[in-house]
């Protein structure tokens, strides 16, 4: 039996966990699929001497801290600087990738318009770093927004009407408004938001957030991140097994 799974920290929700067992029952296939729910990174240790661990997916808080643990990285995941997949090669490698940005990018673009030229990154975690290659790769222009901003991001304070207007992309790459904090969201001015307006929303429980519902409110587009994930989970069983 094949074991694959999820490494992150209080994950008990896991969207892969179902993912994989639903589609390793549909399929047919002699694998399992399980959370590796660990504390701290250090306890990687002891999965990563299994014989039978084949690949992993990895969420919040890893995807940074789990590269010293790797041995080569995919070019694409060693520019982002985060990984979301890793192989278990043959030999006894570990192999990092990053299928976050083609996810992301796939699903984003059917919602793009001609007036999307600029967009906002609300957070810098690990998600963040794909999404920014993801739109240097589609050539929108981007500014973090950090709630502890350095030279290069802005605070939240320092959104205004003019940035509003002038950045039409904005993606919600924080925690604020999962389950079941489902009331927080993003302290963004939403009353300049208008019909040209995308906002996507990494989030993907609840299936509606409050930033996408304020949004929705002043006729913006709005996404969750539940497509984002399939595609990023099929492209991480593509690389698995190529």
Same mark, same amino acid.
């Given at each position: 039996?094949?074991?694959?799974?999820?490494?992150?920290?209080?994950?008990?929700?896991?969207?892969?966990?179902?993912?994989?067992?639903? =589609? &390793?029952?549909?399929?047919?296939?002699?694998?399992? $699929?399980?959370?590796?729910?660990?504390?701290?990174? /250090?306890? !990687? @240790?002891?999965?990563?001497?299994?014989?039978?661990?084949?690949?992993?997916?990895?969420?919040?808080?890893?995807?940074?801290?789990?590269?010293?643990?790797?041995?080569?990285?995919?070019?694409?995941?060693?520019?982002?600087?985060?990984?979301?997949?890793? =192989? &278990?090669?043959?030999?006894?490698?570990?192999?990092? $990738?990053?299928?976050?940005?083609?996810?992301?990018? /796939?699903? !984003? @673009?059917?919602?793009?318009?001609?007036?999307?030229?600029?967009?906002?990154?609300?957070?810098?975690?690990?998600?963040?770093?794909?999404?920014?290659?993801?739109?240097?790769?589609?050539?929108?222009?981007?500014?973090?927004?950090?709630?502890?901003?350095?030279?290069?991001?802005?605070?939240?304070?320092?959104?205004?009407?003019?940035?509003?207007?002038?950045?039409?992309?904005?993606?919600?790459?924080?925690?604020?408004?999962?389950?079941?904090?489902?009331?927080?969201?993003?302290?963004?001015?939403?009353?300049?938001?208008?019909?040209?307006?995308?906002?996507?929303?990494?989030?993907?429980?609840?299936?509606?957030?409050?930033?996408?519902?304020?949004?929705?409110?002043?006729?913006?587009?709005?996404?969750?991140?539940?497509?984002?994930?399939?595609?990023?989970?099929?492209?991480?069983?593509?690389?698995?097994?190529?």
């Amino acid at each position: 039996m094949n074991i694959y799974g999820l490494l992150g920290r209080d994950i008990g929700y896991s969207f892969s966990r179902n993912y994989f067992s639903n =589609k &390793f029952n549909t399929e047919s296939l002699k694998c399992q $699929y399980q959370n590796f729910d660990l504390q701290t990174i /250090e306890e !990687l @240790k002891n999965i990563i001497q299994r014989t039978d661990v084949k690949g992993m997916n990895v969420t919040i808080p890893y995807k940074e801290e789990v590269i010293p643990y790797l041995d080569t990285l995919d070019p694409i995941a060693k520019e982002i600087g985060a990984v979301n997949v890793i =192989k &278990f090669e043959s030999n006894g490698k570990l192999t990092g $990738y990053n299928s976050d940005y083609y996810g992301f990018t /796939e699903s !984003l @673009k059917p919602l793009l318009n001609t007036t999307i030229k600029k967009a906002l990154i609300l957070g810098t975690g690990g998600a963040s770093k794909a999404i920014a290659y993801a739109l240097d790769k589609l050539n929108i222009e981007y500014i973090f927004v950090s709630r502890n901003p350095d030279f290069r991001e802005l605070s939240y304070n320092d959104l205004d009407e003019d940035i509003i207007k002038d950045f039409k992309l904005i993606i919600n790459c924080t925690p604020l408004g999962t389950h079941p904090n489902t009331e927080n969201h993003p302290d963004i001015p939403y009353e300049y938001l208008g019909k040209n307006h995308v906002l996507y929303d990494l989030i993907y429980n609840p299936e509606e957030t409050i930033f996408m519902q304020k949004g929705k409110q002043k006729g913006a587009k709005t996404s969750n991140g539940l497509n984002m994930l399939i595609l990023q989970a099929e492209k991480s069983w593509e690389i698995w097994n190529q």
